[in-house]
């Protein structure tokens, strides 16, 4: 039975750890650019900027200009072009954040492939004269 119980904590860490303060997020992601992956497949890139502000672009798309805040144990964005806030719960892992949607029923996980201190590269419809 213990190794069973192991093994399970091994499997899932994010549940074997306290998901992050806004206070630790703020400072762990500010002034950073991070890629998000599930199952080894880049989901998307975000800038976090001061303010709690960011940017975010799905891999391939427009970027979105957005905000961030706290609720409860969750980190809730809400972004320019609307939409109701998607709010995720986030835990320091091994190699980086580790995610979880917060309406995601089958309770997939994200995690950090990639960060860097460069801003997100954003050409779209509003770049040029």
Not at 99 to 126: H, I, T, W
Request: charged fraction near 20%; proline fraction near 9%.
């Amino acid at each position: 039975m213990k190794k069973l119980l192991l093994i399970a904590l091994f499997a899932t860490p994010a549940l074997a750890q306290d998901p992050m303060t806004a206070g630790e997020f703020e400072a762990y992601a500010t002034g950073k650019t991070l890629s998000y992956a599930q199952g080894g497949t880049i989901f998307g890139t975000e800038q976090y900027l001061p303010g709690r502000r960011v940017m975010w672009a799905f891999e391939g798309d427009e970027c979105q200009k957005g905000k961030w805040y706290p609720e409860g144990q969750q980190i809730c964005f809400t972004y320019d072009h609307g939409g109701p806030p998607q709010c995720w719960t986030f835990w320091q892992g091994d190699k980086g954040l580790r995610a979880r949607f917060a309406g995601d029923p089958e309770g997939m996980e994200y995690s950090e492939v990639g960060q860097s201190p460069k801003p997100l590269n954003c050409p779209g419809p509003d770049v040029g004269v």
